[in-house]
């Protein structure tokens, strides 16, 4: 078996030049995010029957002029409620040729742990009206703290479409 060690191919002169040249005149590509957020935007409510004390109770979705999709977060801590937080979510498509936003992600940090919520439209069926979104929320505890990393799933139903913001 022969083993080759520190042997290096270099271009010289006008090749090296050339592929410079094919190189930096190649376009990027750049995956597109979807821009149509009609189908996600609302102020979505957790219909599940008893959520768990520190469940997501709320979430307000809206599209900015820009085409930004940012997330507010509710969640039960007693009475009131509290703001997990407002953050820009990362909207995904069916197919990579659809415009259309039909789930996000959203990251949320507090002082004591990073919050991860993924959430996905479901199908309308006939049998159920309203607009659906499944929304699993993974919680992951900062160090110092011996609480277990945990995830819920909720349903949650868009009760108000809310306007788009600049």
Same mark, same amino acid.
């Given at each position: 078996?022969?083993?080759?060690?520190? =042997?290096?191919?270099?271009?010289?002169?006008?090749? *090296?030049?050339?592929? +410079? @040249?094919?190189?930096? @005149?190649? #376009?990027? @590509? /750049?995956?597109?995010?979807?821009?149509?957020?009609?189908?996600?935007?609302?102020?979505?409510?957790?219909?599940?029957?008893?959520?768990? #004390?520190?469940?997501?109770?709320? +979430?307000?979705?809206?599209?900015?002029?820009?085409?930004?999709?940012?997330? =507010? *977060?509710?969640?039960?801590?007693?009475?009131?409620?509290? +703001?997990?937080?407002?953050?820009?979510?990362?909207?995904?498509?069916?197919? #990579?040729?659809?415009?259309?936003?039909?789930?996000?992600?959203?990251?949320?940090? %507090?002082?004591?742990?990073?919050?991860?919520? &993924?959430?996905?439209?479901?199908?309308?069926?006939? *049998?159920? #009206?309203?607009?659906?979104?499944?929304?699993?929320?993974? %919680?992951?505890?900062?160090?110092?703290?011996?609480?277990?990393?945990?995830? /819920?799933?909720?349903?949650? /139903?868009?009760? &108000?479409?809310?306007?788009?913001?600049?």
């Amino acid at each position: 078996m022969k083993i080759m060690r520190n =042997e290096q191919c270099f271009l010289t002169g006008s090749a *090296a030049i050339a592929a +410079l @040249a094919i190189a930096l @005149a190649m #376009p990027v @590509a /750049q995956a597109a995010k979807p821009t149509d957020a009609s189908d996600i935007v609302g102020i979505w409510h957790n219909v599940n029957q008893s959520p768990l #004390p520190s469940g997501i109770v709320e +979430l307000t979705v809206t599209a900015t002029s820009a085409g930004a999709v940012k997330v =507010e *977060a509710v969640q039960a801590c007693g009475d009131p409620v509290c +703001l997990l937080g407002t953050t820009t979510a990362t909207t995904y498509s069916l197919d #990579p040729s659809s415009n259309a936003a039909e789930s996000w992600t959203a990251k949320y940090h %507090t002082s004591t742990s990073t919050v991860h919520v &993924v959430a996905t439209r479901l199908p309308v069926a006939a *049998a159920t #009206p309203g607009e659906f979104i499944q929304v699993s929320v993974f %919680t992951n505890y900062s160090g110092g703290d011996s609480r277990d990393s945990f995830e /819920q799933t909720a349903t949650f /139903q868009r009760i &108000v479409d809310p306007p788009v913001h600049p």
